[in-house]
C-alpha cells in the first residue's frame, strides 16, 4: 500500500516538441518527509534505465540517457517513444499540458548511515528506473517520492542494507528490472523502425490508438469494434454528428485543404464551438478639434457596427466495396483523406472567393465595403505602362495593411503580369531566391487563386490587402458516419462526411480589387 501521507512533490520536469524530457530527480543534502538524505557524488545510473508512468513496470514510455548531479540535484535527461507507441503519445501531450509535473525514482543501495534527526544517509545509490508522475509541482521542491515504509521498520530492518529500494511502490527485483529492460529494448527497436512511404503496410502495434480504431470503425463499424477502440474514438457533440476524425487525421486533412484553398494559410481561422459568432467593427471614431482656453469644447464619440459569421455545413459522401474494406493492406484512411480533401478543399476554396453568404460562406470577391481601382481600359490592361495600375491599388490602403499584404490572382492573370518589365528591362515579378519560396510582385507574395476571374470586361481579376481581415471558422471539423445498409445489395459500405465552416470580410479597409472597366 503506498502511504499517501508521506507523498511530497519534488520535481520540475520540462518536455520539447521532439519529447526529450529534462527534470530533477533528487535533489541532494536535503532530507525528504521521513528523513531519507541521498547526497552529491554517490548516484550511479544502471544500463538503460527505463521511463515508466507512475512505477507502472507494464508502461515503459520511454529511456532516460543522461544524468548530471549539479547543485540543484540529480538532473536527467531522456526522451519519450513518440514516434513509435501511443502511451509515449499520451505521455508527451499531458506532459505539454502540465498535466505531468513530477518525477520519482527506483534504486538500490548498498547501505546507509542512520541521521541524528531521523531517517538515512544512504552511502550510494544506483538508479534502475525513473517514472514520470503526474503530480502538480510544489514550489521550491524537485522531486516526487512515495514511501511504502515507515521510517521506524526502515531503521530496525538490517536485511534491507542491501535490497532494491523504491522511492515509490513497488519494489523492483532483479528479474523484473530485467524483464522491463528487454521490454524496454523491443519498444526502442519498433519506434526505430522505418514506416514504408505509402500507405500499404498493415497496422504495426505501436500505431497511434485513436488512429487504429478509427480505421477498425471505417473498416467494420461501430457495433463490430472493442470498447476500448470506442474510447479512443471522440464522439461529435452534434446530434447525428457520426465520428470525429482523429486529431493527426484531421491536421493532415487540413494540410491538403490548403493545396486545394491556399487563402487558408494567409486567412484568420479559428474554431468555435457556438453557432455563430459575432464581432464588433468600428464604423466612426472620435474627432478632437483646435480651441481657444474658454472656448466651448465639441462633443465627438464613436459608432460600432456588429459582424456575425455563421458557420455552414459542407457535406460528400464515397462509397466503398466491402471487399476492399476488408483488405488489411488496402490504406482506407489515405483514400478517403485524399477524396475528402479534393471535394471539400476546392467546394470552400469557391465559397472563399466568390460565396453568395446564403448557405455558404462570404466570399472575399463579394463583400461590401473594399475599394475598387480600374484598369482604364473596357476589357483589358492598358497597353503603356500597364504596371502603373498595379502600383495605384498597391497604394490605396493604409501602409500598415499594404506592408502585411498579399496579391491573389489565378495562374492565367499571372501569366500576364509576369511578362511586365521596368524601364531598365526588368521583369516585375520576382521568382523565389530559395526553394520552396514564393513569388512576389512589389515586395508582397502572390498567392494563387484558381477561382479567381480571368482578365476580361467588368471582371475582377486581382485583389491586393491584408488577408488577417478575411476571416474563417471552423465550427465542426471533419466527422463521418458509416451506412452499411443502404448499398447492401451491392456489396458496398457508404461514408458520409461533412463539417461546418463560415467565413466573411472583418475589415474591408484592408483590401482593393482591381476591376476591368475604362
Known sequence: MTDTQNLEIKANVSIDDAGTVTGIAWPFGSPDSVGDVIEKGTVAFANSVPMVMEHDQQKVVGIWETYAETDKGLEVKGRLFVEGIGPARDAHRQLKAGK???????????????????GRVFKSITINEISLCRFPVHPGAHVTVVKSQNKEELMKNEELQNSPETKSDPVITPEELKAIKARMDKLEAKANRPLAANNNHPAAENDNDERKAFVSYLRRGIERISPEEVKALTVSTDANGGYLAPEEFGS??????????????????????????????RVSGTAATWVSETEDRTESGMTFEQITLTPFELATFTDVSNQLLEDNAYGLEGELLADYAESFGKTEGVAFIKGTGTGQPKGIMTATGIKEVKTGVAATFPTT??????????????????????WLMNRNTLSIIRQWKDGTGRYLVLDPITAGGVLTLLGRPIVEMPDMDDVGAGKFPILFGDLSGYRIIDRVGLSTLRDPYSLAGKGQVRFHARKRVGADVTHPDRFVKLKVAA
Not at 509535473?101 to 542512520?114: V, W, Y
Not at 485543404?257 to 459575432?278: D, F, Q, T
Open 385 to 406: 505602362n500597364p504596371a502603373d495600375v498595379i502600383i495605384g491599388m498597391y497604394h490605396q490602403i493604409a501602409t500598415s495593411h499594404a506592408q502585411n499584404g498579399a
Open 252 to 281: 493532415e486533412l487540413i494540410k491538403l485543404l490548403n493545396e486545394y484553398s491556399p487563402i487558408r494559410s494567409y486567412a484568420r481561422v479559428l474554431s468555435i464551438s457556438a453557432p455563430e459568432i459575432k464581432y464588433p467593427r
Open 100 to 118: 505531468i509535473g513530477g518525477l520519482s525514482i527506483g534504486f538500490r543501495h548498498t547501505g546507509f548511515e542512520p541521521r541524528a534527526e531521523g
